[in-house]
């Protein structure tokens, strides 16, 4: 489908993701880098030569649902909604669809507790960790315990009812040294310290490893007034280093666990060899594209990799990977309680 009604007259983009520039002839790479939220984001330059930034489900919205491109503080009443969740998933014919904010908000799944001061529940002598609630309102809630008393016990580390009660610190992380974000992020108020272990304490006491969004860890605090998202293993690096990322480059986990923020674990590497990377410790399989196929006349699916395909269709790797061998005839069950039929792309 054309952006061309949108003002962005030279690029097409298809039901998949992809995009298409008709001018330099070039479709987009296959496998996109997602944004601190887990979402695929690209860059288009309008018809009068200005570049805007937006997620693949915008422009698809635009394109497929003739959804409003909206900028600065303008909002869409409706935008698109990923159905299984999974922000990563960009197929129009079966996880997009327009919807309201509140139609968004129940398809979430969302935790009755919000992470917030980690509290512990110690034996008298603070040796041996009972139990951890990731909240004060946890604690006070499977305690049956006022919150005020929750923070009273911490603060004064006396005993109740045979237990004593106290915050997570810093020697709880088992991180010897952490580095304050005052230096290299003046902006960002109020401050913040990492540590080498990959941990990041608020100014309010609050540890936090950061929010899981798509493969890799995000977290958010304020700078001038607004909410700003980045990537805990880019800040991690960058706090430690003691400088920015330069123009070109990007952090890389070593052991390709975007979950590992430890500062032993990141380098700064082009994105180029953070994919051969990948490839050599077999968990990117770009070069390893296959077509899922359907039983009845629903066209077939072609996912970049054989992670991709699994993560996206909740079909076990091992078994997948026994079809692409010729060692099993299907895989992946549909709702009709058939096995999808699988092969590699060639071409």
């Given at each position: 489908m054309s952006l061309k009604d949108h003002k962005f007259g030279i690029y097409e983009i298809s039901s998949i993701g992809r995009i298409y520039n008709i001018k330099t002839h070039k479709l987009s790479k296959d496998d996109p880098m997602l944004d601190s939220g887990g979402y695929v984001r690209v860059l288009l330059t309008n018809d009068d030569g200005n570049r805007k930034g937006k997620r693949i489900a915008t422009w698809q919205g635009a394109a497929f649902f003739d959804l409003k491109l909206v900028y600065g503080k303008e909002r869409n009443p409706i935008t698109i909604d990923h159905i299984?969740?999974?922000?990563?998933?960009?197929?129009?014919?079966?996880?997009?669809?327009?919807?309201?904010?509140?139609?968004?908000?129940?398809?979430?799944?969302?935790?009755?507790?919000?992470?917030?001061?980690t509290v512990y529940k110690t034996s008298l002598d603070s040796k041996t960790i009972l139990e951890k609630y990731i909240s004060i309102n946890q604690a006070s809630d499977l305690l049956k315990m006022d919150v005020n008393r929750i923070k009273k016990f911490c603060d004064s580390g006396e005993e109740v009812d045979g237990y004593?009660?106290?915050?997570?610190?810093?020697?709880?992380?088992?991180?010897?040294?952490?580095?304050?974000?005052?230096?290299?992020?003046?902006?960002?108020?109020?401050?913040?310290?990492?540590?080498?272990?990959?941990?990041?304490?608020?100014?309010?006491?609050?540890?936090?490893?950061?929010?899981?969004?798509?493969?890799?860890?995000s977290f958010g605090f304020s700078a001038n007034n607004d909410r700003v998202y980045h990537?805990?293993?880019?800040?991690?690096?960058?706090?430690?280093?003691?400088?920015?990322?330069?123009?070109?480059?990007?952090?890389?986990?070593?052991?390709?666990?975007?979950r590992d923020n430890r500062y032993v674990n990141l380098e700064e590497d082009t994105h180029p060899n953070n994919m051969m990377n990948a490839v050599k410790l077999g968990n990117h399989g770009s070069a390893v594209k296959v077509r899922q196929i359907f039983h009845d006349e629903t066209p077939s699916r072609i996912y970049f990799s054989v992670k991709q395909a699994c993560e996206m269709t909740g079909t076990?790797?091992?078994?997948l990977k026994e079809v692409l061998k010729g060692k099993k005839s299907g895989a992946g069950d549909c709702k009709c309680g058939l096995r999808y039929h699988w092969e590699i792309v060639t071409k």
């Open positions: 299984n969740r999974n922000r990563a998933d960009n197929y129009v014919c079966c996880n997009l669809r327009p919807a309201t904010k509140k139609e968004q908000v129940l398809n979430q799944t969302r935790s009755k507790y919000h992470h917030g001061k004593k009660l106290r915050f997570m610190i810093r020697e709880d992380t088992d991180d010897e040294k952490w580095y304050s974000s005052e230096t290299l992020y003046p902006e960002y108020q109020p401050s913040f310290w990492v540590s080498a272990g990959g941990w990041i304490e608020r100014h309010n006491g609050v540890f936090t490893k950061g929010s899981f969004s798509g493969k890799y860890y990537f805990v293993h880019d800040v991690v690096w960058e706090i430690i280093t003691g400088r920015k990322i330069r123009d070109g480059y990007e952090i890389s986990h070593i052991n390709d666990k975007g076990a790797r091992w078994s």
